[in-house]
């Protein structure tokens, strides 16, 4: 009879554990590009300068739908990849960068530097910040600020494209389990 009752209760423990729903987890990345135009004329070498990237449309909320999740379940997002390049020539003009996230109704936040340019290279990767920027990518559309420092002048207008990555963690929907 002890045998019975043991094995009915650890059979009622098992199937218990087994049907309680675990929350679900879902990882993926989005990737925005944007450019931002260094001027040939006003920036003074050794002096920093910010220039705005166009505003850039975040897609978060179809990107969640096809992740099978939703705003109020993701955890965090973060940057993941920030790269910088220039179309034709190299990035020897550029002493220093830093990078901030901007939207509507927030401040700007620093998410990527740079301090040591590597000389002779056409693009390179920014050094990024452990920030989560997950109230900033709800918004419908992010900005960029970028405060540059050039160690030489420009003959011509410099074009920067910016690649980044976004990482976010985040738990499906109900409905998905």
């Keep these: 009879m002890k045998r019975i009752i043991f094995w009915t209760s650890l059979v009622f423990v098992l199937v218990a554990n087994l049907s309680c729903k675990k929350d679900k987890t879902v990882e993926f990345d989005i990737d925005y590009t944007s450019n931002v135009t260094i001027p040939s004329t006003g920036v003074t070498v050794n002096v920093p300068a910010d220039f705005q990237s166009p505003e850039i449309s ?45 939207t509507t109704g927030m401040g700007d936040v620093l998410i990527a530097t740079k301090t040591t340019i590597p000389q002779g290279v056409s693009s390179f990767g920014m050094d990024l910040q452990d920030v989560n920027i997950k109230e900033y990518i709800f918004n419908d559309k992010i900005q960029f600020r970028v405060t540059v420092t050039i160690q030489t002048g420009l003959s011509n207008n410099q074009d920067l494209k910016i690649d980044q990555s976004v990482h976010v963690k985040a738990k499906l929907s109900k409905k998905q389990f």
């Design 58 to 102: 975040t897609n978060s909320k179809n990107k969640f739908t096809e992740q099978e999740t939703v705003q109020n379940l993701v955890d965090e997002i973060k940057l993941s990849r920030f790269n910088l390049s220039v179309s034709s020539g190299d990035l020897n003009f550029v002493k220093s960068l830093n990078v901030y996230l901007k």
